[in-house]
């Protein structure tokens, strides 16, 4: 079942989506040579806290951590640890908080000092799918435009979007009705309505779209270890267009 959010419920929403797109903000500051993933997460909970917000990962299905910190051929949920960022990575950082009951959840991908070209390109390509698919996010729209306008472009630019993980509906929870795949066909699903508010995430492979998780049952891969980018918004269907909450 989907929900539709109030007035008020979307002014919470609002808050806990600008605690998420400050605390990337700064993260993106932070991003450099030599820091671990583990000292990004311990900044990103410090500032949620500071916000007086509660981070939404962390404990959820057990996970153990405020950010999931995914590099080079790292899908999403990797875990912060002692890794230390090298010049030349990817990383892709997705933060999510709670404020008062409501969640707001985003991801940017971040190069490392310089980046091969074509890295950079899988950046640009990752994060402009997104806005497509925002700018399709709007009132009397299917569900499928969105995912539609993502896999076009993608694979327009020789690229692919991961199957096996979608973006979802958002409010009192993380995670609800519906699911939003980055692929389909456009026309299809629910239609859009005012109140709806998704979070948009296309994971974007240089290589196959093909994925696996590693031991820890976390972390997730790309088969072929090509790198992967991941940039993701909660987005309000409003009567005048969608709304981002996240802005970075």
């Not at 995430?201 to 072929?224: A, F, I, Q």
Request: charged share 25%; with cysteine; aromatic share 6%.
């Amino acid at each position: 079942m989907i929900e539709l959010k109030n007035r008020e419920q979307l002014q919470l929403m609002r808050r806990a989506g600008a605690i998420v797109g400050e605390t990337l903000q700064l993260l993106r500051g932070l991003v450099r040579e030599g820091v671990t993933t583990e000292e990004l997460d311990q900044a990103a909970e410090a500032y949620i806290l500071k916000c007086g917000a509660a981070p939404a990962f962390k404990g959820y299905d057990g996970f153990p951590a405020t950010l999931c910190t995914s590099v080079n051929e790292e899908v999403v949920h990797g875990i912060p640890g002692s890794r230390k960022l090298r010049g030349g990575d990817i990383i892709s950082i997705d933060c999510g908080a709670f404020y008062q009951g409501y969640c707001g959840d985003a991801a940017i991908t971040v190069p490392v000092g310089e980046i091969e070209p074509e890295w950079r390109r899988l950046l640009e390509v990752c994060e402009q799918s997104l806005a497509l698919g925002i700018d399709q996010a709007r009132v009397e729209k299917r569900l499928f435009d969105i995912s539609s306008a993502v896999q076009s472009y993608v694979e327009k630019n020789g690229m692919s979007v991961v199957r096996d993980y979608v973006g979802h509906g958002i409010g009192r929870q993380m995670h609800e009705d519906p699911q939003v795949p980055n692929f389909g066909k456009p026309g299809r699903g629910p239609r859009l309505t005012q109140g709806m508010v998704l979070a948009i995430e296309p994971m974007v492979n240089m290589g196959g779209y093909k994925v696996e998780t590693l031991s820890n049952n976390w972390t997730v891969v790309t088969v072929d270890r090509s790198p992967s980018a991941h940039f993701e918004h909660t987005v309000a269907i409003m009567e005048d267009g969608p709304e981002i909450l996240t802005k970075v």
